[in-house]
């Protein structure tokens, strides 16, 4: 064949294929333009018509409800990489107390085991459910058992639990999650929240495009989707069920609430409590919030009302192997799976809503020959470009024939698509993710595609081995300490609101914490911006860890040996009381990260509890409290002695000492204040320094950490904030200069 004539069949092969992916695309896109002129028209109708007479729902009114029982199932099959941390973020997130989370793991996975059971030791509230089979069977199955374990638990505790919600041990919840199904249940049976990725690098275009596909899914087909079919599936985590709709499907399923013949359960179970009239509702709620934000054209900090919706958030994976994994299962359980279970049954609305669902099986196949159809006329362009004396071909596409105008109309539906999109992005992510929305969904095209081919091999492969497809689970990746603080209110922004801090104060506080990488909290007082009670008031609230005072003087001495001064000193810890449960509780002026915890306990032989106190509290605390315990409890207290001459009252004596701990700060903290050590130099130090070879101004300076002139300055600096309790009465006119030396000769005798 000569090359002139395989140019030509190629150029009318590509010309068929035009046509035929033309087609499909015109199909797919009117498809899609009718879901968005729905969505805009619900939503003119609601702003027009139902928000004027029906006010939406505010955060008070969540949370003056009163709190039900609420059952938190949780599936886990290899999962110890993350299912720790996720417990106890959800914990110490969660504004609600009355709820109990059900922990399903396998026998033969004895690392997540391990790691659900340390959280329960720790959280009274954390249970742990084992299936009998070992894992992974399906993640229905481990639902079920799940189920059956909570039943367990009501009756052997007398509880009857009313709420039951699904989640994934990658997910991060909002405070208000569950005061919102509280809420809603059992008015609702079925409620879901919308489910949305966290940022990536803006690179990595692979988990970038997870966003851009949740925030249209969960910002507007789902609103179409309600209002046409009334009619929500589930999306697997952020979902809450009433009693009645699991009792429903239990009495009807032999105990089987989940389908153990489908991977995606949640979308099946939805399906499956519609044929008993049980419908759930897609709840899109925001709280109002206040949030500091970069002037684009200034740089300046301005505040600004945003609207934070409820939701769930998760990472979503970043290398195209694993979503093709991911998004293969989900098209093998709701198009494949759900195609030959479920048929195609109900109104016509739910039949449509079918068809959304299961049109990726064609449409993930024919986008990428769209590419290589767009390739194929490129390069002719290109060869005619390159050399305009050969053969000229006829065009594919000819002005004014339909394919030209079938062309022209899908030019116009992909354009709607890329506006509608980078809008849905934007409301939640800002214009940057929304402009990245466009190239991403290119990427995304190729995933998709990929995943649809492994969708259709693995169910192809099922029916000819009757073999059930295994819970084929994506490995999760659960954020960082550092990240878990970012994805809460910012302690600026809280700052602001409560107006304890203004705008300038901030702006000048970020400035600083750019140049010397300090934690904003000890910048903010020591600017005297902030109070140091307020700050850690609100830094309670943010991290959902209580916050407590510390009195060196009242700490058992028994509890100071059980936790060595190295110890403490090297993270920053002091220990308060032992509990209840054997725990030892220490303070602490930061979350602890994971792998410090661990530490700790190891070297304890003993679990921690966590609270929080100022800085210059347990600064205070580690030098005094433990000069105590080298001392005894034989020397008398200067304070204690005033109070029980009657020469000062217990109030007074109080708010001395008050200022006394407020005003002393650690060496380490001032050199960081003076720029003269780094956070991470002075952590390096602290672990290896060890306070029985000396004091650690002498270690700093041995090991080239300072100067000496560093240090002579930081000395001097210390000294000047470590006042001692009588200065402090004197100048506070609490006490008369004659009673005091009194009182302080016949202390100093006592002590000799």
């Not at 079925?190 to 899914?217: C, I, K």
């Not at 902030?530 to 209580?546: A, F, K, P, R, T």
């Amino acid at each position: 064949m000569m090359a002139a004539d395989f140019v030509a069949h190629l150029l009318f092969l590509t010309k068929c294929l035009l046509g035929t992916v033309g087609i499909v695309f015109l199909i797919s896109g009117l498809d899609d333009f009718f879901v968005d002129l729905c969505y805009w028209a619900t939503a003119l109708y609601r702003r027009v018509f139902v928000w004027p007479k029906h006010p939406r729902l505010t955060e008070e009114q969540l949370r003056d409800a009163a709190e039900k029982p609420i059952a938190i199932m949780i599936p886990a099959w290899d999962e110890s990489a993350v299912i720790r941390r996720m417990l106890q973020a959800t914990i110490q997130t969660l504004d609600y107390s009355n709820y109990h989370v059900f922990v399903g793991t396998y026998p033969n996975d004895p690392a997540t085991q391990r790691e659900v059971e340390i959280m329960r030791e720790q959280h009274p509230h954390v249970h742990r459910v084992v299936c009998p089979q070992d894992g992974p069977t399906c993640k229905s199955d481990c639902m079920n058992w799940i189920y059956q374990g909570i039943r367990h638990f009501e009756k052997e505790n007398d509880v009857c639990f009313e709420v039951f919600v699904m989640n994934d041990s990658e997910d991060i919840v909002h405070p208000l999650c569950l005061k919102l199904f509280n809420f809603l249940i059992p008015r609702k049976d079925m409620v879901q929240l919308p489910v949305f990725p966290l940022e990536t690098r803006w690179t990595n275009f692979t988990s970038g495009h997870y966003l851009d596909e949740f925030a249209e899914n969960h910002t507007k087909d789902l609103v179409v989707r309600e209002r046409l079919s009334g009619f929500v599936p589930g999306a697997g985590v952020g979902c809450g069920f009433s009693r009645h709709a699991l009792e429903t499907m239990a009495a009807n399923c032999n105990n089987q609430i989940f389908n153990l013949d489908t991977l995606t359960e949640d979308y099946d179970f939805a399906f499956r409590l519609s044929r008993y009239g049980i419908r759930g509702v897609f709840v899109r709620q925001a709280v109002d919030r206040t949030v500091t934000r970069k002037s684009f054209w200034t740089g300046e900090l301005r505040q600004v009302n945003v609207k934070e919706p409820i939701a769930i958030r998760e990472y979503f994976p970043s290398s195209f192997k694993a979503a093709v994994r991911q998004k293969g299962r989900w098209i093998v359980g709701i198009a494949l799976q759900g195609w030959a279970q479920l048929g195609w049954k109900g109104s016509f609305w739910t039949k449509y809503m079918m068809y959304r669902d299961r049109k990726g099986l064609v449409t993930n196949f024919v986008g990428v020959l769209g590419y290589v159809v767009v390739l194929t006329v490129v390069s002719v362009w290109v060869a005619r470009w390159l050399f305009p004396e050969s053969y000229r071909y006829p065009p594919i596409v000819e002005r004014g024939t339909w394919l030209w105008y079938l062309v022209l109309l899908n030019a116009f539906f992909l354009s709607v698509r890329l506006l509608q999109r980078a809008i849905c992005v934007g409301r939640l992510y800002g214009w940057r993710q929304a402009l990245l929305s466009a190239p991403r969904q290119v990427w995304g095209n190729f995933v998709n595609f990929a995943a649809a081919g492994r969708a259709v091999y693995l169910f192809s492969r099922s029916l000819l081995t009757g073999k059930l497809i295994a819970w084929d689970k994506t490995a999760h990746v659960f954020p960082s300490e550092e990240e878990l603080v970012s994805f809460r209110r910012r302690l600026g922004d809280l700052l602001l609101e409560k107006r304890l801090l203004t705008v300038q104060h901030l702006e000048e506080a970020v400035r600083r914490q750019s140049e010397n990488h300090l934690l904003l909290g000890s910048i903010l007082v020591g600017m005297e911006a902030v109070d140091e009670g307020d700050l850690l008031h609100v830094l309670s609230n943010q991290l959902g860890m209580i916050a407590r005072d510390i009195d060196p003087q009242s700490t058992p001495l028994y509890l100071l040996r059980r936790v060595p001064r190295d110890l403490s000193i090297r993270y920053s810890v002091y220990p308060i009381e032992e509990t209840d449960t054997g725990k030892i509780l220490l303070a602490t002026e930061r979350p602890l990260g994971t792998e410090e915890r661990e530490a700790i306990e190891a070297a304890l032989d003993v679990p921690v509890d966590l609270c929080l106190a100022t800085t210059s509290d347990l600064a205070f605390a580690i030098r005094y409290g433990y000069e105590r315990l080298e001392a005894g409890e034989t020397r008398p207290l200067l304070g204690s002695t005033l109070v029980e001459r009657g020469v000062l009252s217990r109030e007074n004596l109080v708010r001395a000492l008050v200022v006394q701990r407020r005003a002393y700060a650690r060496l380490g903290d001032i050199l960081l204040e003076k720029g003269r050590l780094s956070s991470d130099a002075l952590k390096g130090a602290l672990g290896r320094y060890r306070p029985e070879e000396g004091r650690l101004g002498e270690f700093l300076l041995q090991n080239d950490y300072v100067s000496q002139m560093d240090l002579e300055q930081a000395l001097i600096e210390q000294k000047k904030r470590s006042r001692r309790l009588g200065d402090i009465l004197g100048e506070e006119g609490m006490f008369s200069e004659d009673n005091l030396r009194k009182v302080s000769y016949d202390y100093v005798y006592a002590m000799s």
